[in-house]
């Protein structure tokens, strides 16, 4: 479809105003830089909206003409304004309860921790909870398991978590607590860790054994904790120019998590995605197709996910070669290609949005055969699969997805792993890892989502860096296109928002610097002074007088 010129635009947009067919703009925004994601029109002055949408951006003197005696007029004093931020990726909570123990390095060994948890437990109550989040350090350490946590912590449930979210390892208070005893079965997707040769548990829980005991434990704080919680998630959100979040809700049922958002009335918009847990008997098929509130309001439900492989903290991604520091070992895949299957077939039957976590290049392959396997490609095309991280989505992978129509979400934060990346995987092969730029030249629709640190401008900071392969880095433009436009593709909503223009919501943010010009080393200050979502001010640091 042909665009029609900014100027031509602004015109239809006055004529219309005149005839009475709209009437004119409840507020007008002038004198800004606006970066509107628009492919056709990707600069501008000015813009214009009312009610929930936006009804023209161009020049300042093109918008002024449709004020009417009724407008609000904010100058803009120069600043940069940009469509509201999509997180395509987030794990918003709510958070545990608990005393969390902080650590004096960025990745503590396991003395440093069991010391800080015992000196937390002689100052905590019997029974307190105690949380710490651990690296690659911990999980390597063969003392790391429950035996150990006992003699150090007996009386208080301890919780060491790996940052990745894909392990934890619990001692007995802990294990007691959840139930899960020596014979308690696998379920499926994960595993309980054992003792060679006696199968009592070791305290070491992977991938769904966690996930399902973490939403048990997330099941016990009292909702107006996670009312607090969630709500206090958006207003951050907001202060930083975030308009959506789109959640893989892993701490919670389908419908609890929809009943305490409303609750909270958050300010931005959610999308709840599901993320059905297993259990010995089998994958809960009922919260893969529980219902939720319809597309167009602030809390959304649609799109299922899965978890096929784990991650490199904890040599989970399933791979086609092995560990360069495990010789012999791939990995694994977290379903066999069979259950997969049946998930894909599930997902074609509902019409539902599929989106797997996809990290090694073995589990991204076998994802990919069995999508072609199943439909069409016109078929994938209209339900846009989504692959979450695809750090090896290598490039003999590439055409395969392109022609799926498949959509990557990449989180930048996960860039901050050089030497990391580097141990596990060789310097060879360290070298494709984490796609971003060869995606988009391959034309794979991409997004970005934070799973991790919340802060956009930090993670716009990595995707232009690229920390782990500076060749695969995007530019500012880029970045915040795929943040914005790409995110809302991801979610089949790029007809509604991502882009500032006639019609689309009137979701965006006025940031407190120009991100596309600031050094780099700054992006990181950059907050939002005005979040506006669906015309309605979401945030405000005191610009709107």
């Not at 006992?150 to 607590?177: M, Y």
């Not at 040599?315 to 694994?332: K, L, S, T």
Request: include cysteine; charge should be positive.
């Amino acid at each position: 479809m042909r665009r029609l010129p900014a100027v031509a635009l602004a015109a239809l947009a006055l004529a219309a105003c005149a005839r009475g067919r709209s009437g004119p703009p409840d507020l007008i925004l002038t004198g800004g830089r606006i970066f509107t994601a628009d492919p056709g029109r990707p600069w501008a002055e000015a813009l214009a909206l009312r009610g929930d949408r936006i009804v023209a951006v161009g020049s300042t003197d093109s918008v002024r003409r449709l004020a009417g005696p009724r407008t609000r007029a904010l100058d803009l004093g120069g600043r940069t304004v940009i469509p509201g931020l999509n997180d395509a990726h987030a794990h918003p909570g709510p958070e545990l309860r608990g005393t969390r123990i902080a650590s004096a390095t960025g990745d503590p060994g396991l003395l440093e921790v069991v010391r800080a948890l015992a000196a937390a437990s002689r100052v905590r109550p019997r029974g307190t909870w105690l949380l710490a989040t651990v690296g690659d350090r911990v999980l390597d350490d063969p003392r790391a398991n429950r035996f150990f946590l006992d003699s150090v912590v007996p009386d208080h449930p301890v919780v060491l978590e790996s940052w990745s979210g894909h392990v934890a390892i619990l001692n007995s208070a802990t294990l007691g607590t959840l139930g899960i005893g020596h014979d308690t079965p696998n379920p499926p997707g994960g595993h309980y860790g054992r003792v060679a040769g006696s199968g009592a548990l070791d305290g070491r829980l992977t991938e769904y054994a966690w996930w399902e005991a973490r939403r048990r434990l997330s099941s016990s704080v009292p909702d107006s904790a996670s009312r607090a919680d969630l709500r206090r998630y958006a207003d951050a959100a907001a202060r930083f120019g975030i308009t959506t979040v789109q959640d893989m809700n892993s701490a919670l049922m389908t419908a609890r998590a929809v009943a305490l958002l409303r609750a909270a009335d958050v300010p931005i918009r959610w999308r709840v995605i599901r993320f059905p847990m297993t259990r010995p008997g089998g994958r809960d098929v009922a919260d893969a197709r529980a219902a939720g509130p319809s597309p167009g309001g602030t809390v959304g439900v649609s799109g299922v996910k899965y978890i096929l492989d784990g991650t490199p903290v904890e040599r989970g991604a399933a791979m086609r070669r092995p560990y360069a520091d495990r010789p012999g070992w791939y990995g694994e895949l977290d379903f066999p290609p069979e259950t997969l299957g049946a998930i894909i077939r599930e997902t074609l039957a509902s019409r539902e949005q599929l989106l797997v976590h996809a990290v090694g290049d073995s589990a991204i392959a076998v994802l990919l055969r069995l999508l072609s396997g199943a439909a069409p490609e016109s078929t994938w095309h209209a339900l846009r699969p989504r692959i979450e991280h695809g750090d090896f989505l290598t490039s003999d992978l590439l055409p395969s997805a392109r022609r799926l129509g498949v959509v990557v979400v990449q989180n930048p934060a996960h860039f901050t792993i050089p030497d990391l990346i580097r141990r596990r995987y060789g310097p060879g092969r360290s070298g494709a890892a984490q796609p971003l730029r060869s995606l988009l030249t391959a034309g794979v629709p991409i997004a970005l989502g934070s799973d991790g640190p919340m802060n956009p401008y930090v993670n716009i900071m990595f995707a232009v860096t690229h920390p782990v392969n500076p060749a695969e880095a995007l530019n500012r433009e880029e970045a915040v296109l795929a943040y914005t436009r790409g995110s809302a593709y991801a979610e089949f909503a790029e007809r509604e928002k991502g882009v500032l223009a006639p019609g689309m919501l009137a979701d965006f943010a006025v940031l407190s610097q120009d991100i596309f010009t600031v050094p780099l080393g700054e992006l990181s200050k950059t907050e939002s002074v005005l979040t506006v979502v669906g015309g309605k001010v979401a945030y405000d640091a005191g610009v709107v007088k």
